[in-house]
């Protein structure tokens, strides 16, 4: 093997080392230092495609520091080209070829790179950019590199957009179970038996004024026979 390439694989490992090391809460961040720095570049951003035309930056890096989000139509950008053909890049002049572009005047870009992120059904669902005021010289296998970090920016992406519905179920389901007029409740096995979710309908049955007041205390003091709360508890039991 060839030093040139022991150097190579050496680069491109350590690189997906770093990227992939990075907590969820800094991954973006981790991903933009990185694509600076392997690029020298002076902005990195990553956004979201919420729809077929709009990106929503998540994380955007300009001059080594933090910078505002916001979102953009993908129409006369060079966005639009990278989420329609793949991995893209504007050595120079990428304001004369794209010159309705606001951001990139903005901004003062002449350097310009860009690749998808995808989902692991292929699907663009972002975009990650790396941006020069000046000419941009791309590293040597930059196209191998932008694909290990844009993978781990997919993967987070992913992430926030699989709890994101998480969080808009589970507050679809806690609206539904509030707004319904029986009493309904959730509580823990065994002699006692903590109450882990009721509704307002169930409060109210007992003469509560909130749920959290209704849970604060056990679920075996709503009964007046023990002798029912353990026949109900023998029967959650077996249902874990």
């Known amino acids: 093997m060839s030093l040139v390439i022991r150097d190579r694989e050496k680069d491109i490992t350590s690189l997906a080392e770093n990227i992939a090391g990075a907590e969820a809460s800094e991954c973006l961040d981790r991903v933009l230092d990185e694509i600076c720095r392997a690029f020298n570049a002076d902005a990195a951003l990553v956004g979201a495609l919420t729809d077929s035309k709009t990106i929503q930056i998540l994380a955007m890096h300009v001059d080594g520091h933090s910078a505002p989000g916001f979102s953009y139509h993908l129409d006369s950008t060079p966005c639009a080209q990278v989420s329609s053909t793949g991995y ?21 870009i002449s350097g310009f790179v860009g690749i998808p992120l995808c989902n692991q059904r292929g699907e663009c669902i972002g975009i990650l950019n790396a941006l020069s005021r000046s000419k941009l010289h791309p590293p040597k296998h930059a196209k191998e590199i932008l694909t290990i970090i844009a993978a781990r920016a997919a993967t987070e992406l992913e992430r926030r957009s699989i709890e ?10 806690r609206r539904l179970v509030n707004n319904i007029p029986v009493g309904i409740d959730r509580p823990t096995p065994g002699p006692e038996g903590q109450l882990v979710m009721a509704n307002q309908a169930m409060a109210s049955m ?16 709503l009964y007046i026979d023990p002798e029912e709360r353990q026949q ?9």
């Not at 007992?206 to 003091?221: E, N, P, T």
């Not at 109900?232 to 874990?240: H, M, R, V, W």
């Open 88 to 108: 893209c890049v504007y050595e120079e002049n990428v304001q004369e070829l794209f010159p309705h572009d606001k951001n990139l005047k903005k901004l003062q």
């Open 164 to 173: 994101h519905a998480l969080q808009e179920s589970e507050e679809r389901y």
């Open 206 to 221: 007992f003469g509560f004024d909130s749920v959290d007041d209704l849970v604060q205390d056990s679920h075996a003091s």
């Open 232 to 240: 109900y508890s023998d029967k959650l039991l077996p249902q874990g």
